[in-house]
């Protein structure tokens, strides 16, 4: 148990006091995992679902996080969430399996039956409302009040195609917390989005260990050998050549050769690799289209030909996509008006990694203090609303089924997990320049172990857009 500091704040075990080291002991120390338990998970917005695998009134599902489960469920007004406990015995009245076994996410659908529990049939609608209560005679009268038999409600959001839960009643809105990011990928159409696959594996590792993997695209290099071999300029530039500044937006794209159709050439090459590596980074549809935009006419300067290129597959795609019934948003006009990160990252645990118009999404879940579950989606845009894919493929870490860029990523992180224990090791030692989301989201959850104001959480989380590749940030916590 956190004590209470002189000033009314908690103490915080292992603090970030150098923004450029962490402390190692935050990835494998029991006493901090269970602060996290305590402090972190019962007051943020953790991604549920998304909102297609709810799609029809009594459609319901489960989603499971460090001891909780919530049953999330589509009702005639609006999606609802409810505590999964009977209120007579606490059995989970739907799933209640453990995250990390076969049966990952329960679902179905309740229109007519309700929810019932499986131990003495205790019953209720979809709005959580007491239907029956078996034997009801055989309790006393203050038992069967409404507020002790009806389901207890989980503080329930949408956004973004997915449904969020928060166990923090005084918790402000999923927008409010996430500030302009949310409006930004709201104008990238990230709701015409639909799960084209879904995979999820175990990892030997603590959360946080799986999160800061894509919290920087330094690591490309020598985990992705055939993306730095692709665009080596590009990566050069981003890591190898001095800067003044570090931006979070997308990587520049850049001629790596004198000759334009050379160069178009290679950043098409570059982008399909991401598709071949991810899909949803960059889908086949958009490479196909690419193709197609014509290199002639272009400025011979290729510092102006390329982003001219550019642009002009952006329009490209967005007619492409349009005119195969698909919905798409003009990307060139919000890529210019709303800029966002490669990679997005959604405090606590949820990321978004958009090119155009498809996106991959990551999200993770702590098992234990060096144990997580690591899901990973393509998602893409249809022209007729496609089957909801509701479960994961589960599959080992070390797979040869994963595709190739997490199977790369997934060969790193359990020996960095194992690494954190080496004698001598105490911090981990950041770039002040391009691994500063990794420093200042870890300051962020020693803002919520120390219990600040959650008008200064919410400032912090705002800082974090665009910051994927960025520094370490003053965020007054």
């Known amino acids: ?40 998970w019962p007051h943020v917005w953790q991604n ?30 609006g999606i609802k969430a409810f505590h999964n ?78 449904v969020w839960i928060n166990h923090d009643n005084d918790a402000p809105s999923v927008r409010e917390t996430l500030g302009q990011v949310a409006e930004d990928f709201d104008l ?19 959360w946080k260990i799986a999160m800061e993997a894509f919290m920087e695209g330094y690591h490309v290099m020598q985990t992705h050998p055939q ?9 050069a530039n981003m890591y190898e050549a001095p800067r003044e500044t570090a931006t979070g937006e997308r990587p ?8 334009i159709k050379q160069a178009i050439e290679a950043q098409i090459r570059s982008f399909q690799l991401l598709s071949d590596g991810m899909a949803g980074m960059i889908h086949q549809k958009e490479v196909d289209i690419l193709r197609t935009v014509p290199t002639d006419g272009l400025p011979e300067d290729p510092a102006q030909a390329i982003p001219m290129w550019f642009g002009m597959g ?10 195969r019934g698909e919905p798409s948003v003009d990307i060139l006009e919000v890529s210019q008006s709303n800029p966002v990160s490669a990679v997005q990252f959604f405090f606590p ?46 599959l080992p870490y070390n797979s040869p089924e994963f595709p190739q860029i997490p199977r790369q990523d997934y060969a790193n992180i359990p020996i960095q997990q194992a690494g954190m224990h080496a004698k001598g090791f105490e911090f981990m030692r950041l770039s002040k320049d391009v691994e500063g989301m990794i420093s200042n989201y870890q300051r962020i959850i020693d803002g919520y172990l120390k219990g600040l104001p959650v008008e200064k959480l919410n400032a912090a989380i705002h800082e974090l857009r665009l910051n994927f590749d960025g520094p370490i940030k003053d965020l007054d916590l």
């Open 252 to 259: 520049r794209i850049l001629a790596e050769a004198v000759d």
């Open 48 to 77: 549920a679902c998304r909102l297609e695998q709810i799609s029809e009134v009594g459609d319901w599902i489960e989603y499971s996080n460090v001891g909780q489960s919530v049953i999330v469920v589509r009702t005639e007004s």
């Open 227 to 235: 993306l730095h071999e692709a665009s080596p300029g590009l990566y």
């Open 314 to 323: 952006m329009k490209a795609i967005t007619e492409g996509l349009r005119a």
């Open 188 to 206: 990238h159409g990230v709701d015409n989005l639909r799960t084209e696959w879904h995979y999820g594996t175990v990892l030997p590792a603590n």
């Open 349 to 394: 645990h949820y990321f978004l990694l958009p090119t155009f118009i498809s996106m991959s999404a990551y999200r993770i879940r702590p098992l234990g203090p060096e144990k997580c579950f690591f899901e990973i989606w393509s998602l893409t845009t249809y022209a007729e609303e496609p089957d909801p894919v509701m479960e994961p493929t589960v």
């Open 85 to 162: 406990a009977c209120r007579h015995r606490g059995v989970p009245f739907a799933g209640g399996q453990p995250l990390d076994k076969d049966h990952l996410s329960a679902f179905g659908n309740c229109a007519k039956r309700g929810f019932v529990c499986p131990f003495h049939g205790w019953a209720w609608n979809m709005d959580g409302e007491s239907t029956r209560v078996y034997g009801k005679h055989l309790l006393s009268g203050r038992q069967l009040d409404p507020d002790d038999v009806n389901l207890v409600p989980c503080r329930v959001d949408v956004w973004g195609g997915c």
């Open 1 to 40: 148990m956190l004590k209470s500091a002189g000033n009314g704040l908690r103490e915080v075990p292992y603090p970030v006091l150098d923004p450029e080291r962490i402390p190692v002991q935050r990835y494998f120390d029991e006493g901090f995992y269970q602060a996290e338990l305590e402090h972190l």
